[in-house]
């Protein structure tokens, strides 16, 4: 594959899920997908879209900025940012109206042109720390 082509497909995946409010699309990803994410074992794309519903039901207004991709041969990394609402229960956590803002970044591979496999890390006590307003400290431990 190009990267060109790896490029274009990874900022597609993206768009794709804010448009559908849900996990990755379908044709965007091989046969054997599997995502690696924090706090979970390795999902399937029926398990990949189960987890992105609950945040798009917590924040359905959420959408990824993309602010990077660099891809070469067979993979692309992309740096984004995740933008919405706390308008739903999220995690225990009572809807509460916060506007959140969250780093992740994303490292993809490529098998003829689809998503393969995907390692996902996103700030997850920066996001603990926007729904309770704890202090890093507090967020950390959970309190």
Known sequence: MQPETNSTTARRFFAEQDRLRGGPAPELCGPNY??????????????????AAA????????????????????????????IGSHTGDFLGIPASGTSITVSATVVMR????RVSELWGEFDRLGLVQQLTAASPVEAAHGL
């Open 110 to 113: 490529f098998e003829e042109g």
């Open 55 to 82: 945040f798009y039901r917590a924040f359905p207004d959420m959408r990824h900025d993309v602010k990077c991709v660099v891809a070469e041969e067979d993979r692309a990394a992309v740096r984004f940012t995740l």
């Open 34 to 51: 599997t995502a690696h994410l924090p706090g979970s074992p390795p999902l399937d794309l029926a398990g990949h879209q189960q987890f």
